[in-house]
């Protein structure tokens, strides 16, 4: 099949996620991507500033993770990992574990983010029914956040507006506000007291029926990278201790370096229960999770009957390529130049956001490592908001992979964009600011 072929069997056969068939322009073929670069089969190159889905730490193409890869390919593709383990695995949960704080030191290897959440949420359960104390069988959240696609998971995240069509199929959960903030917000600390206010009241109406609450620490994602402040997370542990109820951290977007800490958990000062990783796990080659606990929580598993163990598991559990490319990921992220990379994606994030907190039609710019966001004024707003379509045809008209979350537009790019590639996504956005709002 010819490179000019593809395109068109794509459009008879492929169904693309979050599109609309019969109205979205024909997907744009990639043929190679290289560090922040992405080319296209008909000649264009595209600047990737949201890595990809928020996936790709180091660049597309990385040879060191790419020769990682090829390597493991060679020795050990894929064995089932019940009854069996391997070298990449035991070491990769070694090392993730040495990084991590507190007693979060048992690692369950799973396929995405989704499925971290979903297998968080199952421990969360069963860890209180093998306590005998079916009756904390609750889940609290925040408004807005996102946590997966799968049932579990759009439970959790009902709040963010994105599962109206499957409600029927979901479980209650309790949301409480969301304070989210940015740049000069003076009622930060008003809306963070009225949520911890209603997380009180709650705890006091139904603690000892509650087994959980998860959160995307310090940055909601895909409801428009919403923050936090350290601070509230802080508040918010220290409640949950107080009642004995799990905290799960989704770091599903915000781990591996983004909130310009190795974790959120970290930069917030939080060690939770449990905590969801992935996209930026395999550096973006391969797709891969992990749900991580405390030490605690494993040691409520154990038992002389099965019905005590945690009876999920994947086909492609923990498999050795997945976890190669990992490894070779965190050798990338723990270099001094990576470090120095992500403070220069801050720094620079923050130098031209202060412009445009004063264009026309954009506020509330807000700035957490090497995430970057600003809302456009708009009569719409959300995941669906008219101007996001208009936003990410722009930007792709400027060679940039850019695709706005409704009304806000954000930068999320790998670590390797020169600060000249990410000054040139700034431009384009003062530009759009002064031709399309």
Not at 95 to 123: C, H, I, Q, W, Y
Request: glycine letters at 8%; aromatic letters at 8%.
């Amino acid at each position: 099949m010819s490179d000019l072929e593809y395109p068109g069997h794509d459009k008879r056969h492929v169904w693309h996620p979050f599109t609309q068939a019969q109205t979205a322009p024909d997907p744009i073929a990639i043929r190679a991507g290289r560090g922040a670069v992405l080319y296209a089969e008909d000649g264009r190159e595209f600047l990737d500033v949201i890595s990809s889905w928020w996936v790709t730490l180091h660049g597309h193409g990385h040879p060191k993770i790419a020769e990682a890869v090829a390597e493991q390919a060679k020795k050990l593709e894929q064995v089932i990992f019940a009854g069996f383990t391997h070298r990449p695995a035991s070491t990769l949960a070694q090392r993730l574990t040495a990084l991590l704080p507190g007693n979060l030191n048992r690692v369950f290897f799973s396929d995405d983010g989704s499925t971290a959440v979903e297998v968080a949420l199952k421990m969360a359960h069963q860890y209180w029914r093998n306590k005998d104390q079916p009756g904390r069988c609750k889940y609290l959240a925040f408004d807005g956040g996102y946590h997966g696609d799968t049932v579990g998971a759009m439970s959790a995240g009902a709040s963010s507006g994105y599962f109206s069509q499957w409600e029927d199929l979901m479980f209650q959960v309790t949301s409480l506000s969301y304070p989210e903030t940015w740049e000069g917000d003076g009622e930060v600390e008003a809306k963070e007291a009225a949520s911890l206010a209603a997380l009180d009241q709650y705890l006091t109406d139904h603690g000892n029926e509650t087994a959980a609450l998860i959160v995307e620490p310090l940055v909601q994602g895909a409801s428009g990278m919403r923050m936090c402040r350290p601070e509230f997370l802080t508040a918010v542990a220290a409640r949950l201790k107080a009642a004995d109820i799990l905290l799960i951290f989704d770091e599903v977007m915000t781990g591996f370096g983004r909130t310009g800490d190795l974790f959120a958990c970290l930069k917030a000062t939080v060690t939770p229960d449990i905590i969801c990783l992935s996209k930026g796990l395999t550096g973006g080659f391969v797709p891969m999770s992990v749900t991580v606990c405390a030490d605690e929580i494993y040691e409520g598993f154990l038992g002389e009957d099965f019905d005590r163990a945690l009876a999920h598991g994947h086909s492609f559990t923990a498999n050795p390529i997945g976890c190669a490319a990992a490894l070779a990921s965190m050798d990338l992220l723990l270099a001094d130049e990576t470090r120095a990379d992500m403070k220069s994606i801050e720094l620079l994030h923050l130098e031209r956001m202060s412009r445009l907190m004063h264009a026309h039609g954009l506020h509330h710019a807000r700035v957490m490592g090497t995430i970057a966001a600003i809302d456009v004024v708009a009569a719409d707003a959300g995941y669906t908001a008219a101007i996001g379509a208009k936003l990410k045809e722009y930007f792709m008209g400027q060679g940039l992979l850019m695709r706005p979350l409704g009304n806000v537009i954000y930068l999320l790019p790998p670590y390797c964009i020169s600060d000249t590639q990410l000054h040139t996504a700034y431009d384009a956005i003062e530009q759009a600011a002064a031709d399309l709002l």
